[in-house]
């Protein structure tokens, strides 16, 4: 069983930055890619974007690319989002997620991961 919590979100202004934190525990860092998905009120929860589990290969929605980062530290079991350039539209409540072994074009697909946290709240203002 892997545990998974976020930290780091809040409010802040458009073209500010910040970073989430998702903390693992229960399994192996590496033995797991991770994902960020977000879920704004009233829709469908989206993905963000990936890292593979050695940390060699990173994915990102179209929305955040060039602007969200996703790294991993697998020695401090813990995967960051760097958010830079924050949009209103980005408002949202944030989640981490673990997943075994995926081909890369599962990696954007919210069903393949077993393992969440419980979200944190990023708000944008504008």
């Known amino acids: 069983q892997v545990l998974l919590v976020e930290s780091g979100g809040g409010l802040v202004q458009a073209g500010a930055s910040l970073r989430l934190s998702c903390a693992a525990s229960?399994?192996?860092?590496?033995?797991?890619?991770m994902g960020w998905f977000r879920q704004a009120p009233g829709k469908e929860r989206e993905f963000v974007g990936a890292?593979?589990?050695?940390?060699?290969?990173?994915y990102y929605a179209d929305s955040v690319k060039g602007r969200f980062t996703i790294s991993r530290d697998n020695a401090k079991n813990t995967v960051y989002l760097q958010m830079n350039s924050l949009k209103a539209e980005d408002t949202a409540v944030y989640y981490c997620?673990?997943?075994?072994?995926?081909?890369?074009?599962?990696?954007?697909?919210?069903?393949?991961?077993?393992?969440w946290g419980q979200g944190t709240q990023v708000t944008v203002s504008s």
């Open positions: 229960g399994g192996t860092g590496s033995s797991y890619n």
């Open positions: 997620a673990a997943a075994g072994q995926l081909i890369v074009t599962m990696l954007q697909l919210r069903d393949k991961y077993p393992y």
């Open positions: 890292i593979t589990g050695s940390g060699g290969r990173t």
